[in-house]
């Protein structure tokens, strides 16, 4: 289902993201509760990834049990983790050599 | 993302609200350490570092409680509307419809996500295909649809 994305969808926070990139990880885990569109919305939602970009990092969660869904500094990714709480998804934070 | 209009039936705007007044109880009475329903609600945002888990959770699960309880409070509201109108138009056996701003959109979704963590918790749901014949699996079954139409009207933009 991802084999129409189109090179100029890739989202442009990628870029941002990889600038501010630190030490630490955001990662949200596999459950058996929370719907794939439910985790698809909330990935668009909060960090205003694109489309494309939520529905292959639902996939990466759904399939490897876990997925990074943001990386920099270590207090943004509490919030990050915090906010996900809020959603009912079940995330951690860790140091990104971890 | 803006809003969302849906479509319920009285019936069951009702059933939601139990389930939400039976939510904001166990959400007052929080011993998150003893219920392992609350617990899903609160998981630990570090998953080797005991202490760095027990400071985030002294620093934000309060917080976080609250924001639920508000969530429940501001879905709640939004149904006693359908009740009402319902009654009006005389009819319990038409949808309702419903429209939500951004922020009850968001109310409703974390809500409904919420009700489905504490009822798989009580159901002990360990997988997707975990089903048997206890009826609160309907109640499960029928939050995920009311769930599923919400996401799908929101993103339809």
Redesign the interface.
């Known amino acids: 289902m991802m084999s129409t994305l189109p090179l100029e969808h890739v989202d442009e926070r990628l870029d941002e993201a990889a600038e501010i990139a630190g030490p630490w990880q955001t990662v949200v885990w596999n459950d058996p509760v929370n719907l794939m569109s439910y985790v698809t919305h909330v990935f668009r939602e909060y960090f205003g990834y694109s489309r494309e970009r939520a529905h292959a990092l639902m996939l990466a969660v759904h399939h490897d049990g876990h997925a990074v869904v943001a990386e920099g500094a270590r207090e943004q990714m509490e919030l990050h983790a915090q906010a996900m709480h809020d959603y009912g998804l079940w995330a951690t934070v860790r140091a990104a050599t971890s | 993302?803006s809003g969302a209009a849906i479509g319920l039936l009285p019936i069951e705007a009702a059933q939601l609200a139990e389930l939400i007044t039976q939510f904001i109880e166990l959400l007052a009475d929080a011993d998150t350490r003893a219920d392992p329903a609350l617990a899903?609600?609160?998981?630990?945002?570090?998953?080797?570092d005991p202490a760095?888990a027990r400071e985030?959770r002294r620093l934000?699960e309060a917080d976080?409680l609250g924001?639920?309880v508000a969530d429940a409070q501001a879905m709640r509201e939004s149904l006693a509307s359908v009740a009402s109108r319902a009654t009006d138009a005389g009819s319990s056996r038409r949808p309702v419809r419903l429209e939500l701003d951004a922020a009850q959109s968001g109310a409703w979704?974390?809500t409904l996500?919420?009700l489905?963590?504490v009822l798989?918790s009580r159901l002990g749901?360990?997988?997707?295909d975990?089903h048997d014949d206890d009826p609160r699996f309907g109640v499960y079954d029928w939050l995920?649809y009311r769930?599923?139409l919400l996401?799908?009207a929101?993103?339809r933009d």
């Open positions: 993302m899903r609600l609160v998981p630990d945002a570090y998953r080797d760095a985030f934000t976080l924001r639920r979704m974390r996500a919420a489905r963590l798989a749901i360990d997988d997707e975990d995920g769930l599923e996401v799908q929101l993103d």
